[in-house]
């Protein structure tokens, strides 16, 4: 890259939806020049344990764009969710809510997959698909000049731009440069993230027991192997970390139990502090937030993922038809219409998972009780339950153009 260099889109931030929001621009609008700049550049295999749920709205953007075949091999389906409430030493976890019919297509509402997978389908796709990507580099500033905008670059050069879009993560240095203002807390948890083989078959069934440090999420992948998202308080996460292996196994198995048999670590124990974090506003003139710089959620729900390829989706129609009608893209007046699409749904996810991990967090035997009823009342009200089916393959709520599998 030349010291000076001119882009129409800059994304800085080279996670899972700042990569789809570059492609889905560049697929929607060939004529604009989008470069994706990524502080760590491609990663090892392995490097990253954690996989995630896609959501079947998720699922089609993605088939739209030309990866989902890419990443199928490796999609396990859930075909069904249990949640149950219960205390860590109980013998007996009743199943309080079960959700296990598909969408009306026969779809399954959601599929889980390795991030690294997908994060390298996704740079793959990219790079055929004519974007430039720079890495390692970072945005180090920015600065508005009438209808562009001046990066300087970590490196020292320096690129114009019509519209800067910061994909930097939940820390975002982008988001306190562009002035943006955030509600944020600590929940003194920390999700441990881990892999597991088991001997018997998950059948494609996810579990969620809420336990009172946390909830522990068992979610299946391709093979006798599973995913874990396991919430604990920061202390005692910290603690199990450093334990040797006999010992944390000991910890996880008795809150996995032995539906699925033996069990054995498939993989090394990752650790992430967890908290809120809700930006007041997601745009400024020729800049706008995406992703975890938008809005960093608990992973209760694990819809974080899901909510940034929204953001994805959302922004890249919104750009695409501002250039087809030969409107400035970075216009504020542009970027408006996508900050009133997806803030709200932002601010009540957020809002959602923080009430439902203070809410199933707490070891009160009469609070658990009325739990308990609350979740059975939804498993016996089939308009609840699919409902939150809908919810939860990302279908509720004013759906953008990829997400119903729709081209721009």
């Known amino acids: 890259m030349a010291d ?18 570059a492609l889905a621009i560049k697929r929607g609008a060939p004529d604009l020049d989008v470069m994706l700049i990524d502080a760590a550049g491609r ?4 490097a990253d344990q954690r996989a995630s749920a896609i959501a079947a709205a998720a699922k089609r953007m993605l088939d739209t764009l030309g990866v989902w075949g890419h990443v199928a091999d490796e999609a396990q389906p859930i075909n069904a969710m249990e949640i149950t409430d219960s205390a860590t030493g109980d013998a007996v976890r ?7 019919e598909p969408l009306s297509d026969g779809e399954p509402f959601a599929h889980m997959v390795p991030n690294g997978v997908l994060t390298a389908a996704l740079q793959d796709a990219s790079g055929a698909a004519g974007i430039e990507i720079v890495a390692p580099e970072t945005v180090r500033d920015f600065t508005v000049e009438g209808s562009s905008v001046a990066l300087s670059l970590g490196s020292g050069k320096r690129v114009d731009a019509r519209l800067l879009v910061a994909a930097d993560g939940v820390r975002s240095g982008l988001r306190g440069k562009a002035g943006i203002a955030t509600v944020s807390w600590r929940y003194k948890q920390m999700a441990i993230v881990v892999t597991v083989a088991h001997e018997r078959p998950h059948h494609g069934v996810a579990r969620e027991h809420f336990l009172p440090s946390g909830p522990f999420a068992i979610l299946p992948l391709k ?4 995913s874990l998202v396991w919430t604990e308080r920061e202390a005692d996460a910290k603690k199990l970390l450093a334990e040797d ?6 910890e996880l198995e008795r809150r996995f139990g032995h539906h699925l048999g033996e069990l054995s670590l498939d993989g090394p124990r990752q650790g992430y502090p967890l908290g809120l974090t809700l930006a007041r506003d997601f745009v400024r003139p020729h800049f706008a937030l995406l992703g975890d710089a938008a809005h960093g959620i608990h992973p209760v729900a694990g819809q974080g993922l899901n909510l940034g390829f929204r953001d994805a989706a959302a922004l890249a129609e919104i750009v695409v038809d501002a250039n087809r009608l030969g409107l400035d893209i970075g216009h504020i007046e542009t970027l408006k219409r996508y900050e009133q699409w997806r803030r709200f749904d932002s601010w009540q996810m957020g809002v959602t998972t923080d ?13 658990r009780t009325a739990r308990s009823v ?7 009200l089939p308009f609840l339950k699919q409902n939150f089916i ?3 393959a990302g279908l509720g709520g004013e759906l953008p153009r990829l997400m119903r599998g729709e081209a721009l």
């Open 4 to 21: 000076s260099k001119r882009a129409d889109v800059v994304i800085a931030g080279g996670g899972s939806a700042g990569l789809t929001a």
């Open 43 to 46: 990663k090892p295999a392995g």
């Open 94 to 100: 009743p199943i309080f809510l079960t959700f296990q």
């Open 223 to 226: 093979g006798n192997r599973s």
């Open 245 to 250: 292996e006999f010992v944390f196994q000991i």
């Open 355 to 367: 009430v439902l991990n203070r809410l199933f967090s707490k070891e009160n035997k009469m609070l």
């Open 374 to 380: 609350g979740l059975g009342i939804v498993d016996r």
């Open 390 to 392: 809908k919810e939860a």
